[in-house]
């Protein structure tokens, strides 16, 4: 069963589940109940003088969402490193009420964490704020880092509230 069969048909539940996506070299995971589709990418609408990691806004069902490209936001990539391929994709989040996407390289798949899976990461100094890693786990002998998205994008100083503006 596919990853969008399986959020569709709800058998995804609870904050055990993690939808893993990648960044560069890198597997990251989010808490799934904050995923509300995941869409191949499309060019969005650039709204003029934003930070580069903010790609635009799309139409999605009549509701205007902006759309940042994390590997930017993050420093994972340089502008002239990003490339957008069939592999592209957009993860449509609902955080606070609102609607946002996130530009990653590629979809995993949804994996299912006990707290006994989770190791704490290691402490030092890093741009992401330390309340955004939740913490490591080792899925068939991969590394997932495991993060709180809300919290990772207001480490980096972007607000949902922020993006609801630009829009």
Do not use: W
Request: proline share 3%; hydrophobic share 45%; with cysteine.
């Amino acid at each position: 069963m596919g990853i969008m069969e399986r959020l569709d048909t709800g058998i995804i539940e609870g904050a055990d589940e993690y939808l893993s996506f990648r960044l560069g070299d890198e597997e990251y995971g989010i808490d799934i109940r904050s995923v509300r589709e995941i869409r191949a990418y499309e060019k969005p609408t650039r709204i003029p003088n934003s930070a580069d990691y903010y790609c635009g806004v799309i139409d999605l069902r009549g509701q205007i969402v902006p759309i940042i490209d994390l590997r930017i936001q993050l420093g994972l990539a340089g502008l002239a490193e990003v490339t957008y391929d069939a592999l592209t994709v957009v993860i449509i989040l609902k955080l606070n009420g609102r609607h946002f996407g996130v530009v990653v390289d590629a979809v995993s798949d949804v994996v299912a964490l006990t707290a006994a899976d989770i190791r704490p990461a290691p402490e030092f100094s890093t741009q992401v704020g330390a309340g955004a890693i939740l913490g490591l786990a080792t899925v068939q002998e991969r590394m997932l880092i495991l993060m709180d998205i809300e919290s990772l994008l207001a480490s980096q100083g972007v607000t949902v509230e922020a993006y609801a503006e630009a829009a």
